[in-house]
């Protein structure tokens, strides 16, 4: 059957603020729909992956116009929703014969409402799609029904079923890797800039699931009852081995946390350099799960910057979001890991459930405190499908336009802040941090090719705009709870 699978159109400004776009723009490799791809590949079906990372609205229809598929899967998370039913209104008018099915986070969290959104999609993929869309195409090509389709909500002449769920994929080496050779020119799709050191960049996943709760955190697995999945390590290391052969030249990892099991982490990094796998790479840990020696190993292997969740330079706000740790386990693991050698990154988050203005500018104060190597701060987003967004009442107030939910638009908003004091603390945040002294020097020092020159000029003009502009991150719009 002749497939293509869909990430709609967008644009860098619709995400982030144009003043600033030039130092936050960044192209990740869709690692969900490229795994769907390879593993539809494997079934004998031809697959075409458009990307609306770089191509228009017109120039998708267009390719299916000249490709006329029978299957077309539309990936979409809570702000491309809107755009995602576009591309499924215009394609099922281009070609009324085909059957559209949607997948990715927003679809998960809210499944057969799909449906209802869009007489245009004919089912909802409710989970894991490797091996649901396999089984789908596969009662297509044989027109049959897809009752009993687990992971699936589908429309049935004027009713809307919606099957059992999957159980989640725990062999997870049975997958095929990724299908990254759909792509086309892999160069485009790079991390945010001073997050690489060399391109192309390739994004690899070691595991699946997490077993925290942070209440902002989406997960398919709500109740945590899955735990972590892991890939083996022997099948990690061949797909980094694939990955330097088709000439990637840099790694991120991008569990939720490469650390989550130590001695696993510690095997892998000690596997990757007994391999003198020739890659620079860059990984994500928990604060609590890591120490000096495991840090070194990373180090030694080949890592040159590790992201931490720091979140609050508040106990009482770290506590509300459940993230587990405390302010001495995040001052210990951003000291051991730039003893170690390693870039931190810290990401902070404003407008926690019950935060208060001055406990905002408290997380500023402890995020340059930290001197990390680079922090963000981005405002709470309650995602549908998490704690957060299901409790909202409990919480604040939810901006009902979806094209907020970026973690830049301030979609969510306390009981105990405004809109004002979310978008007003990021912009005081970002002055601060990167206006210090210490950061700039450090910035002007650590500049070692011309891509670390471009990085620091788009990051100075961004800091410039910031200082000319007092509201950068000012988005108006009305509030309510759902």
């Excluded at 609205?57 to 116009?65: M, Q, R, S, Y």
């Excluded at 990401?347 to 500018?361: S, V």
């Amino acid at each position: 059957m002749k497939c293509a699978l869909i990430i709609p159109a967008w644009a860098p400004e619709e995400i982030f603020p144009t003043r600033t776009a030039a130092s936050q723009i960044n192209y990740w490799q869709p690692l969900g729909t490229l795994s769907v791809a390879s593993s539809l590949m494997k079934a004998g079906h031809d697959v075409k992956f458009l990307s609306g990372a770089f191509l228009s609205h017109a120039e998708i229809l267009n390719a299916l116009a000249a490709g006329r598929p029978d299957f077309v899967g539309i990936y979409s998370t809570a702000f491309g929703w809107n755009k995602a039913l576009r591309t499924a209104a215009d394609a099922k008018s281009l070609l009324p014969g085909v059957f559209i099915a949607v997948g990715g986070p927003y679809p998960m969290a809210i499944q057969e409402k799909c449906l209802e959104d869009s007489p245009w999609i004919d089912a909802v993929v409710t989970g894991e799609g490797e091996i649901t869309v396999v089984e789908l195409l596969e009662r297509l090509t044989r027109r049959r029904g897809l009752a009993g389709v687990e992971g699936v909500a589908f429309r049935a002449e004027r009713r809307i079923i919606k099957n059992p769920p999957r159980p989640f994929i725990t062999d997870l080496d049975s997958l095929p890797f990724p299908a990254r050779e759909l792509l086309g020119d892999e160069g485009r799709y790079i991390p945010p800039p001073a997050t690489y050191r060399r391109k192309p960049v390739a994004v690899i996943m070691t595991s699946r699931g997490c077993n925290r709760r942070c209440i902002y955190c989406f997960q398919m697995d709500k109740e945590r009852t899955s735990g972590i999945r892991y890939r083996s390590i022997g099948n990690v290391i061949a797909e980094l081995e694939l990955c330097l052969r088709q000439g990637y030249r840099e790694i991120k990892f991008i569990d939720d946390t490469l650390a989550a099991d130590y001695d696993r982490a510690m095997r892998l990094a000690r596997e990757i350099r007994a391999g003198k796998l020739d890659f620079t790479w860059f990984a994500s840990a928990c604060v609590n799960q890591v120490d000096k020696p495991l840090l070194t190993a990373f180090k030694d292997a080949g890592c040159w910057a590790i992201l931490m969740g720091a979140e609050s330079g508040v106990q009482k706000n770290l506590n509300t979001i459940r993230k587990g740790i405390t302010l001495d386990q995040i001052r210990k693991a951003v000291r051991e890991a730039q003893d170690a050698g390693l870039k931190v990154f810290t990401p902070f988050l404003l407008g926690i459930p019950g935060e208060t203005y001055e406990e905002g500018l408290e997380t500023i104060e402890f995020a340059c405190e930290l001197n990390p190597d680079v922090a963000n701060f981005h405002a709470l987003t309650p995602f549908p499908g998490t704690e957060l967004y299901d409790n909202i009442d409990q919480y604040g107030a939810l901006s009902p336009d979806l094209t907020d939910f970026t973690y830049q638009g301030a979609a969510f908003i306390p009981y105990s802040m405004k809109r004002e004091d979310i978008t007003g603390l990021r912009q005081i945040a970002f002055k601060r941090f990167y206006s210090r002294p210490r950061f700039l020097i450090r910035r002007v020092l650590g500049i070692r090719s011309l891509q670390d020159i471009r990085a620091a000029f788009n990051g100075f003009r961004s800091l410039f705009r910031l200082w000319v502009n007092q509201d950068v991150f000012r988005k108006d719009g009305d509030f309510r709870r759902v």
